[in-house]
């Protein structure tokens, strides 16, 4: 069980779930705030797949209303001794973004997998942030860790999101306008978690693109 109280002028309760049990209201809210959010970027049923069969869920509550989620799903491959772990969707509500919670639904994902012992992490994604804040977030560990960005064209069918979001990173930005985001083209990203390096400066995550 983890429930994490996010604190600051506004206080908001990260909670993990079993996505087997949660409840109608919760469930219903999940769907609404995610649609809103992608707009025609993400239906129902894709919100309902994106839900199921995650090892770790994450809810992010409101006063009480579920206005963000995360997932992770874990595997171990015993012949390379590779544990890993795969940050499937996470969303916040466009009502409460700019609060660093995206951040947070990171940093718990990332919490997980090292207190399991997992050395690698991958996502797909359209998304400059997505990268930008899981390295920003590994930094901050000072672990040394590489990165590898595999194109998958037209994985996801279509665009997910209206708005091209940019990160703080320009050499990230320019590696996702390579995409044709109309045609649904990815990123498949591998970050590969090597020991931690307690004296290592936090500002020296390593980089292979």
């Known amino acids: 069980m983890i429930t994490v109280s996010i604190g600051g002028r506004e206080t908001f309760r990260l909670k993990s779930e079993d996505p087997a049990k949660l409840g109608k209201k919760v469930l219903d809210e999940i769907v609404d705030f995610t649609v809103k959010t992608f707009q025609s970027g993400m239906a129902e049923p894709e919100v309902i797949d994106h839900i199921k069969d995650n090892d770790l869920f994450l809810v992010l509550y409101k006063d009480n209303?579920?206005?963000g989620f995360a997932g992770s799903n874990y595997s171990n491959n015993k012949k390379n001794k590779k544990k890993?772990?795969?940050f499937s969707a996470a969303v916040v509500s466009s009502e409460f973004q700019g609060r660093n919670l995206y951040n947070e639904l990171v940093k718990t994902r990332i919490d997980k997998a090292l207190e399991?012992?997992?050395n690698t992490i991958t996502t797909r994604t359209q998304n400059p942030l997505v990268e930008f804040t899981i390295r920003k977030e590994l930094n901050r560990y000072m672990i040394d860790y590489s990165v590898n960005r595999q194109l998958i064209p037209g994985v996801f069918g279509r665009r997910l999101t209206e708005k091209f979001q940019t990160c703080k990173e320009e050499?990230?930005?320019e590696e996702y306008r390579k995409l044709d985001l109309e045609k649904g083209?990815?990123?498949y990203l591998t970050f590969n978690l090597n020991l931690y390096k307690p004296n290592r400066l936090k500002d020296r995550g390593g980089i292979n693109l």
Do not use: R, V
């Open 171 to 173: 050499f990230i930005n």
């Open 65 to 67: 209303k579920a206005i």
């Open 84 to 86: 890993h772990a795969y």
């Open 116 to 118: 399991l012992g997992f």
């Open 185 to 187: 083209d990815g990123y």
